[in-house]
């Protein structure tokens, strides 16, 4: 039985209704007056990509400093291997080498007013929880 589009889901977004409204079923393209704008698996590869680099940069491998490693993108070059990585190894190797020399930084009153932690310190506050 198909079910109508819009019973599946509610469209909330204007800019989702346009791409619906858009979309040519015969040649997986949006259409756009007379351009059509193709959409590929390359593209959908390319945000895969980047959005892997943005949780990788802002939720798992968190830093304090302003510059990039270059680590995430050596991995990025080949998506098929990423389940071959130690992800939880890497995220707690940050955390420990960033809490040992934390206590020298608070303890000298580097910085007394905020301390930072460069880490996923979700994985504190989740691991701290399982100990009561």
Same mark, same amino acid.
């Given at each position: 039985? +198909?079910? #109508? =589009? %819009?019973? @599946?889901?509610?469209?909330?977004?204007?800019? =989702?209704? $346009?791409?619906?409204? @858009?979309?040519?079923? +015969? +040649?997986?393209?949006? %259409?756009? @007056?007379?351009?059509?704008?193709?959409?590929?698996?390359?593209?959908?590869?390319?945000? !895969?990509?980047?959005?892997?680099? =943005?949780?990788?940069? &802002?939720?798992?491998?968190?830093?304090?400093?302003?510059?990039?490693?270059?680590?995430?993108?050596?991995?990025? +070059?080949?998506?098929?291997? /990423?389940?071959?990585?130690?992800?939880?190894?890497?995220?707690?190797? /940050?955390?420990?080498?960033?809490?040992?020399?934390? #206590?020298? &930084?608070?303890?000298?009153?580097?910085?007394? @007013? $905020?301390?930072?932690?460069?880490? !996923? &310190?979700?994985? /504190?506050? &989740?691991?701290?929880?399982? $100990?009561?």
């Amino acid at each position: 039985m +198909d079910v #109508p =589009l %819009r019973t @599946r889901f509610d469209i909330s977004s204007p800019i =989702l209704h $346009e791409f619906i409204s @858009r979309w040519s079923v +015969d +040649d997986n393209c949006f %259409r756009s @007056r007379q351009h059509s704008v193709p959409f590929k698996v390359v593209d959908v590869d390319e945000f !895969c990509r980047l959005y892997i680099l =943005l949780l990788l940069y &802002v939720f798992f491998l968190p830093r304090t400093s302003k510059t990039f490693s270059s680590f995430p993108f050596k991995v990025l +070059d080949n998506l098929d291997a /990423l389940d071959g990585y130690n992800w939880g190894s890497a995220v707690y190797e /940050l955390i420990v080498s960033n809490l040992t020399w934390s #206590p020298e &930084v608070y303890n000298n009153q580097k910085n007394a @007013r $905020e301390i930072y932690l460069a880490g !996923c &310190v979700l994985v /504190l506050q &989740v691991s701290g929880n399982y $100990e009561k």
